[in-house]
């Protein structure tokens, strides 16, 4: 049996359909089993970061772990406490969720955030594999309203490009990683298979839906105004400023073949995501 923590997020909930699909049992972990929608067959049970009973409870039984745990510079106990109960709960195989740039100086503490889960899952005894991907294409799902309306996108990233990736790539790839030890003791970076900017992303939404997009290039510090007013904590703050401008110097442009090492395939290119998602773009009348 595989349990999936963060499994009503953007990944947890693809990793959860996919193990479906391939008839794996499944659990599914989230902090409130009435809301979750899960396929048919997939058990669906309570788990909170913050109660410890509550995941060794649903990792009881549990052989493999996907586990997604850092929210914010906060974290870190959080990611630690989640491969403690793992292990004692006799889970043999751990997939951690991470993030690009982890590690890298030019970013800050942002580079840190995911750290001690990483060194926790590394040091942890059990097979372990670590996925870091970059920038996900579900984030410009943001843009939605404002191109439903007709409105410009805004850009917090320049003319800098990152190797956008499909969630459904990221994962399969877990997926693999999940139900097999031949991806144990790896750590993959994982992108998409082109370097994209903001407006590169824009350009390719206009031609996919027959209509200008345009953007507009958000300042860093109006950037740095909403996110406080939307009551993020300094270091948060701090930490995705410093994603941005590093973004924004081109230090992200990064692009591997892990993808297709673990499928087998080339990773779905921004293109394909948006056909899969155009109708989130697309005003009702149309």
């Known amino acids: 049996m595989i349990l999936v ?12 359909r996919q193990l479906a699909e391939r008839e794996v049992k499944v659990r599914a972990v989230t902090r409130d089993p009435g809301r979750a929608q899960a396929p048919e067959g997939v058990e669906v049970v309570r788990g909170d970061y913050t109660d410890g009973a509550s995941m060794a409870a649903a990792m009881a039984g549990a052989e493999a772990v996907f586990l997604v745990g850092v929210l914010g510079p906060e974290d870190a106990e959080t990611d630690r406490a989640l491969v403690d109960t793992a292990r004692q709960a006799g889970v043999r195989r751990l997939v951690k969720l991470s993030a690009i740039g982890t590690g890298e100086p030019g970013l800050g503490d942002f580079s840190t955030w995911h750290l001690p889960g990483e060194n926790a899952v590394r040091d942890s005894g059990l097979e372990w594999t670590i996925l870091r991907p970059t920038s996900f294409a579900t984030n ?5 309203d404002a191109v439903r309306s007709g409105q410009p996108v805004p850009n917090l990233t320049g003319t800098g490009t990152q190797g956008v990736i499909d969630p459904r ?15 144990s003791d790896n750590l993959y970076t994982l992108t998409g298979p082109e370097l994209l900017s903001g407006p590169d992303q824009a350009a390719i939404l206009a031609e996919i839906l027959g209509r200008p997009v345009d953007v ?15 009551g993020m904590s300094p270091q948060y703050v701090e930490g995705a400023l410093a994603g941005q401008a590093y973004v924004r110097s081109g230090d992200n442009a990064v692009l591997t073949d892990d993808v297709e090492t673990v499928l087998g395939r080339r990773p779905y290119t921004y293109a394909d995501w948006v056909a899969a998602n155009v109708a989130a773009f697309t005003p009702d009348r149309e």
């Open 5 to 16: 923590t963060g499994a009503t997020g953007t990944i947890g909930s693809e990793i959860v």
């Open 169 to 183: 790539d990221i994962a399969a790839v877990a997926v693999e990683a999940l139900v097999s030890a031949k991806h």
């Open 140 to 144: 410009t799902l943001s843009w939605a």
């Open 216 to 230: 507009a290039d958000i300042p860093h510090s109006v950037a740095a105004e909403h996110m406080r007013a939307a």
